[in-house]
């Protein structure tokens, strides 16, 4: 991270242009940084091509800390979402930093196959992002229990009274199939994150939320399968005052994604992360 931007920009932006403004790249491109034309590793390459702050798991900090610039952003109830992409200039065999288009990083989008909603799904945040294929497929949805026939998913919101429990029901499709590494990573753990939604900061160059937290952690113990797909679900009780919710998982062991070390290879350190989806009591 070179510092071109700071958190006050990306807050002026979105207020200038709520409907344009809408995100930011979660993880860099360059992901090959590390990888040599003969497939061996670079010990002194770095993924991302960030020059002063490394990559976590892949991502951006502003991405990958918890407590950090995306959910200082949700927190204040901002419609701000993140998406991965290749930047592809050079491929690594041919002594670039980089993957092909969707060969490492992807960005999945809920929608009909037609520009328009492609664009639509883009702009109202039903997006999740992933590296090496770690997963194919995220559905979240989020029910209250007064109101089970509503349900909101990536991007949504989900007006309950006050005082609600809300479910929330994840499902991942962990393929069984090779990447382009010719792996099939495994997915170990999943994270349901939630934040409050507190309303404008009055620092608007902070880059933190502190009350973001890890409501549940998911492993194979946890979930239940069906052919490729993990399902679980977890009950917040009573919920009174705006949140959100979102989902990240992994193929390590790491809790939080630490800083991407030089010549590390970048297919076996694979996350993704689905966008939030906001839950507000309401009379």
């Known amino acids: 991270m070179d510092g071109r931007y700071d958190p006050a920009e990306f807050r002026n932006w979105n207020d200038a242009a709520p409907k344009v403004a809408v995100g930011m790249e979660g993880a860099p491109g360059h992901q090959a940084g590390a990888i040599n034309p003969d497939g061996s590793l670079d010990l002194e390459g770095r993924r991302g091509g960030y020059s002063k702050v490394p990559t976590m798991g892949g991502f951006d900090p502003m991405t990958a800390r918890l407590g950090g610039l995306w959910d200082s952003m949700l927190s204040e109830g901002r ?9 592809s200039h050079r491929h690594w065999r041919e002594g670039g930093s980089d993957f092909w288009p969707g060969e490492y990083s992807k960005t999945y989008v809920l929608a009909r196959r037609d520009h328009t909603d492609i664009m639509d799904g ?45 479910t929330v029901e994840i ?31 009055a620092d608007r160059g902070t880059d933190r939320a502190p009350e973001t937290k890890v409501l549940r952690r998911f492993t194979a113990a946890d979930w239940r399968r069906d052919g ?40 076996g350190d694979l996350w993704f992360y689905a966008n939030p989806t906001f839950v507000t009591p309401r009379l």
């Open 171 to 201: 499902r991942v499709r962990d393929p069984q199939a090779a990447n382009s590494a010719g792996q099939n990573p495994q997915v170990s753990r999943i994270d349901l994150i939630s934040g409050s939604v507190t309303g404008p900061v």
């Open 228 to 267: 490729d797909d993990l399902i679980m679900r977890h009950r917040i009780g009573k919920v009174r005052s705006g949140l959100y919710l979102r989902v990240r998982g992994t193929n390590t062991a790491e809790l939080e994604p630490s800083e991407d070390p030089a010549g590390e290879n970048p297919w």
């Open 122 to 166: 883009l702009r109202h945040g039903r997006i999740f992002v992933t590296t090496g294929d770690l997963v194919s497929a995220v559905d979240v949805k989020v029910t209250g229990s007064r109101s089970r026939r509503k349900a909101a998913g990536l991007g949504q919101e989900l007006v309950i009274r006050p005082g609600e429990n809300v």
């Open 79 to 87: 419609r701000w979402w993140v998406t991965a992409t290749s930047d």
